[in-house]
């Protein structure tokens, strides 16, 4: 998959860019945090809370160390570095996605003893100018697998393509939920 030829037309498609929180954004309260606060581009945050992904029972990942992705309307996506990865477990998958701010991720699927989930896991290994900071990293469809931060279970962001997780201390709404394809 090649960069689009109307790439900056992608990125100005965006109306909200994290500079002022809209109308309908939830106040955060204490401990919170209002994804409508995230900019665009995004930003890259290392966060040491410990992450867990598993998959039918089996971890595939776990880290002290990974980097949020914080996207505004969007949940974040946690990036673990490859050594906390069970590669054992990662087989390449055909499935590719391009991202206007982040460039064209890899997908891999996910092989337990009790089966294969498809296209659950990504990276990007050549990412556009701003996303460095997780080049080579990988993340996962919380929709798909047993993401958790510290002892919270992740909860999916809806909308399917989006890879965002959404644990207790956001606030929204965020992009994929019904009505919000405008954003």
Known sequence: MNEPKDLQKHRDAWVYRGGQRPDFAVEPGPGQESVWDYPRPPAYAHDDRPVRIA???AVIASSTHSIRALETGSPPAFYLPPEA???????????????????????????????????????YTRPL???????????????????????????????RYYGGWVTRELVGPWKGEPGTGHW
């Open 55 to 57: 998959a039918n029972g």
């Open 85 to 123: 990865m069970d590669m054992s477990r990662l087989r390449p998958s055909d499935h590719r996605t391009f991202c206007e701010w982040k460039g064209e991720a890899e997908y891999f699927d996910v092989v337990t003893a009790t089966g294969i989930v498809e296209a659950a896991i990504w990276r």
């Open 129 to 159: 100018p701003g996303a460095e900071a997780i080049a080579g990293w990988f993340s996962a469809y919380p929709e798909k697998l047993d993401c958790r931060v510290g002892d919270e279970p992740v909860r999916a962001q809806a909308g």
